[in-house]
């Protein structure tokens, strides 16, 4: 951290190297097909890091992703995120180049791209499991027989199965309530699998969230995982019960600018424009914005609860901290901030440094 | 909207103009330095625009966003943010090129800027009136007194007075509230004023925040004012009876792409990534991540606030509309959203397209 002046999120290749392959085993112990999101981190040099784990296919969240990972040389792609009919076009384009996979949820959907597909396109309906945000019920046998009625239609288009994302995993208490969920999502699936492959034999279920995928161990039936958020993992993932702290490979590296001892604050340059305002509530019931670790006679020490980031704007982050504590920080300090939502940091950041100092680019914006 | 195909920012060019018009009026009437904040837009050519209304002074909330004004001709900036001490090589560099004034709160950074402080440089004292983020408590005399006398060892620096930001005014229920604590703030710097004057006659008050100058009328005393949002204005700002919906200068146009009739929600690409996270809760208790505005007809209708963002993740934005609005909405449509806090949408975007298609760049991120 020799050369930080400013905020600077900085990764832990090697975490991220061990989060890629325990999970890269578990999908291959599993015999399912590992795609991981690669929304995540954004980055085609984080990219690279997959490969040496045999991975070749990867889930995107929009067709400008999918495009900056086809240019960086990923040839089987899927974009997770219901189709965005304008993108029709962009879309046609890509899957003239790789195999590219969308998904497709309703009628106004299907419509376009059985009409508009001019390039062999794969198609997944996406399935609400429980989550409530996008998706068809599972229930809904109606909607599934004619959306894939739909898309049949075009001789370009494989129906390829059914994926969900059960991302009300993120709302639980326990991990006995993520392995609950996630094994009634996983039923719904098998059942719909189970009714269409008379009919289409290669279909195939796609599950997605990290809770899931990390700490569940029954995938009997799934054919293919999507976690994104692993390779770093975060503060929300920690909280679940999902990851150690260990797991986690960033950490928002942040100038001490500050210090009200009446108040027990720290003030360090860092806001919701590195951070993003992203929040949990801890187990106390306090809403925190990012937990702290400081260097002490050369040592990194993971600070307790009752030291975290109480407030953040658009560039200040505020710490709380104990009257203890409050001695081990110096104003021109650099602290680290382990952040609440790694997805959101990242892509507020722009890019990484790794901790031998190496700058690893993102996506460009736009 | 003829090309929009994805979440894109929209600025509209002539509520800028009549947004920075009257500000730049209602200073000139009240004989204060307009010294706007552009951290709102970060675009060089929207900075542009306040030259047309005599602007030649403006504030920035980072050293590489002072950097990124100098260099497109801006000769006179406030880094209105703690003094990040790591950052003093920077800063002496930035003031051997152009006007730079900087703040401090604190003997730490009293004594970097004293010891190592190569170039003429403007200092502030950060006074806290009232929002408890940093600066000093305006009582607090001997604290500011001991660091006056700190930097004033070193004859390159000229102490420029007292600056506060009133962020307290977004904490207000009424618009009398943000009233009285600009009236309070007011008071208290006016009272330092008045302690220094005799010793050093230049000294100044400066203050900041939107709501305190778009709606009070009594800046006696005050020698200098630095609002920022106020140029795009958000929901934020109106919710707080600052602005009308007339003056909100952006909104992010996004496409739907999926219908919920069982709970009358509706799905739209526009997610965390483009919005931010940030919320308020508007006068039913709500919590709220934008509002709404669709066409109909060829018109722009602002819906009402039965009708709004009632979620965002990464990508995905839901909004929650009532019954008889649900019909309105149809998959591929563009929807305007009008952002909570135009600062933090503005930043994630990266760029603005103006309501003629013209694209507006900003600030890049590293």
Redesign the interface.
């Known amino acids: 951290m020799v050369d930080?002046?400013?905020p600077t999120l900085v990764v832990n290749k090697e975490i991220c190297l061990r989060n890629i392959e325990r999970m890269a085993l578990k999908a291959k112990e599993n015999n399912l097909r590992f795609r991981p999101h690669f929304?995540t981190h954004q980055s085609a040099k984080i990219g690279e890091w997959f490969r040496l784990f045999g991975v070749d296919a990867i889930t995107v969240?929009?067709?400008?992703m999918a495009e900056y990972f086809a240019a960086n040389g990923w040839k089987d792609i899927t974009l997770a995120?219901?189709?965005?009919?304008?993108?029709i076009e962009?879309i046609n384009r890509l899957a003239a180049e790789i195999k590219l996979n969308v998904l497709v949820?309703?009628n106004?959907?299907a419509k376009?791209l059985a009409e508009k597909t001019t390039h062999p396109l794969g198609v997944y309906l996406k399935i609400d499991t429980g989550y409530?945000?996008?998706g068809i019920l599972s229930s809904k046998t109606n909607t599934i027989n004619s959306l894939v009625k739909s898309i049949s239609r075009n001789n370009k288009i494989t129906f390829k199965g059914f994926l969900t994302h059960t991302?009300h995993t993120y709302e639980t208490k326990s991990t006995d309530e993520i392995i609950k969920r996630h094994f009634d999502a996983s039923l719904k699936l098998k059942s719909l699998k189970q009714q269409f492959k008379r009919k289409f034999s290669q279909v195939e279920i796609s599950i997605g969230d990290t809770p899931s995928c990390s700490i569940c161990t029954d995938f009997k039936g799934v054919d293919e995982i999507r976690p994104g958020n692993f390779v770093f993992y975060d503060l929300m993932q920690q909280n679940l019960g999902v990851c150690t702290f260990d797991d986690i490979a960033v950490s928002l590296v942040c100038?001490v600018?500050?210090?009200?001892l009446s108040?027990n604050e720290i003030?360090f340059?860092g806001g919701?424009?590195h951070l993003?305002?992203?929040s949990i509530i801890d187990q106390n019931g306090k809403r925190i914005f990012g937990r702290i670790e400081i260097k002490k006679n050369g040592e990194n020490i993971l600070l307790d609860p009752f030291n975290y980031v109480s407030?953040v704007?658009?560039?200040?982050g505020?710490l709380k901290v104990t009257h203890d504590q409050f001695k081990n920080f110096?104003?021109?300090d650099?602290i680290k901030i382990i952040p609440v939502h790694s997805?959101?940091t990242a892509?507020?950041?722009?890019?990484f440094q790794t901790t031998k100092g190496e700058l690893i680019e993102m996506m460009p914006?736009?």
């Open positions: 930080i002046i400013r929304k969240s929009s067709v400008r995120f219901p189709l965005n009919i304008l993108e962009n949820e309703n106004e959907g376009v409530h945000r996008t991302g100038p600018v500050s210090k009200h108040r003030v340059y919701a424009v993003s305002k992203d407030k704007s658009q560039e200040h505020t110096q104003v021109g650099l997805c959101l892509n507020l950041m722009g890019h914006k736009y």
